[in-house]
């Protein structure tokens, strides 16, 4: 591991796929100039959809495919500094300072903190994992064998990855679900209804209720639902939500506001002072000020942070995708997919195998989701900003307006 300097041009807080970014950005405009990459995590950082897909779906896939520090560590001028947290930042002085004491002043400061996980009554510990770090991915590959038993809490984007990913391994699981059904907040109630049969059909268990409460009981897991319901197993994987790092930012006075407040260039209230990734609220040009916990926006936001950070003068104009893969369907997305909107849904044949969901308020789309179509989120983004300008009166003209099939 490298030893941290005393000042650089560049320092960037978070080592994850944001931070990583940023450095290529940097480069991309300064090709010398010094970085330090201050991460928390004892690992190197870590490209995070493997985690619940890949390494757990690709037999030719191991985690040595997953580490993204390889530019940084041939890099002479980038100090990647893991088991590192930075304590607090000091935008006045241009400097930050370590949890030992050190302090490294800046000349630009890129906040790529990202986000946590939000914790219940269920202490984490070495069977209760909230699934987010490379640790937690090896720590689940020891206690996951063939004839064990895991409990998955969260039928959100964790849950629905782990369990599918679990059970295609052989592994039996249980699903707990506070709502009805998987992923229920985002798809059209067909949908989510058909994906828990989706689970059901290849032996998962599916429990509802709310963990109210839990323990790691030394050879297993004991999860209390709020209806006094036990669930036990030999591990739990708990994905109930994350919430964005804002500490460092709050407490040195930057505007924060469910995530630290950026400019269209990716400026904090600070001078000199980025935030990209996870922790940003930024504006986006198609659908106005957001955050969002994708690996997409975390890739492109950290990038063009460190662009900028380096000297280019372009504002962020970028609008995120997302995807997703259960059993053997997948989507691409765009923009806001939540199913408390208006929703119009065209599928194939009628059936949920293929199709396009447009999600509308007032008339416009604000996301669309493509289920099993490839190909196709420029079209998405094209619809988004169409009907921004000129909301429609009937939101039935979108069927066929995005091909597949
Ligand atoms: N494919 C992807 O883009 C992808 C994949 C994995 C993770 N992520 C990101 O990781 C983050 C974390 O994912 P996540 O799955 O934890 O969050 P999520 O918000 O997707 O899902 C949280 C789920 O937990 C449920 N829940 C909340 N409280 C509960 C309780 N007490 N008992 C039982 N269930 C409860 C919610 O109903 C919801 O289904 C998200 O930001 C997500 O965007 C993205």
Known sequence: MSQVQESYDYVVVGAGVAATSAVKGIRSQDPSGTVAVLGSEPDRPVYRPDLSKALWLDAEKSLDDSWLSGDLEDDDAVDLLTDTTVSAIDPGAH??????????????????????????????????????????????????????????????????????????????????????????QMFPRALAASLTK???????????GSVSAGEDTGDGVRIRLDDGTEVVGDAAVVGV????RTGLAEAAGLEVDNGVVVDEHLRTSAEDVYAAGDVASYPDALLGRRRVEHVDQAE??????????????????????????????????????????????????????TGVVYYLKQGSVRGVLLWNVWDSTDQAR???????????????????????G
């Open 198 to 208: 989706a689970f059901t059909d290849r032996g998962v268990t599916v429990v509802h």
């Open 95 to 184: 400097a930050v300072r370590l949890a030992d004491g050190t302090t490294v002043t800046y000349g630009k400061l890129l906040l790529a903190t990202g986000a946590e996980p939000r914790t219940l009554d269920l202490q984490p510990g070495p069977r209760v994992l909230y699934y987010r770090t490379a640790a937690d991915y090896q720590r689940l590959r020891t206690l996951a064998g063939p004839d064990s038993h895991v409990v998955v809490v969260g039928g959100g984007y964790i849950g629905s990855e782990i369990a599918s990913a679990l059970v295609q391994n052989d592994v039996s699981v249980t699903l707990v679900l506070d709502l009805e059904d998987v992923q229920e």
């Open 382 to 404: 094209e619809v988004i900003r169409e009907t921004r300008d000129a909301p429609l009166d009937d939101p039935e003209v979108l069927r066929g307006r995005i091909p597949f």
């Open 241 to 244: 939500g994350v919430q964005p």
């Open 300 to 353: 492109k936001s950290g990038e063009h942070a460190g662009k900028v950070m380096a000297g280019a003068g372009e504002a962020y104009e970028y609008t995120p995708i997302f995807w997703s893969d259960i059993f053997d369907a997948g989507y691409e997305a765009v923009g806001e997919t939540k199913s408390d909107l208006d929703m119009v849904e065209d599928w194939k044949d009628g059936q949920l195998g």
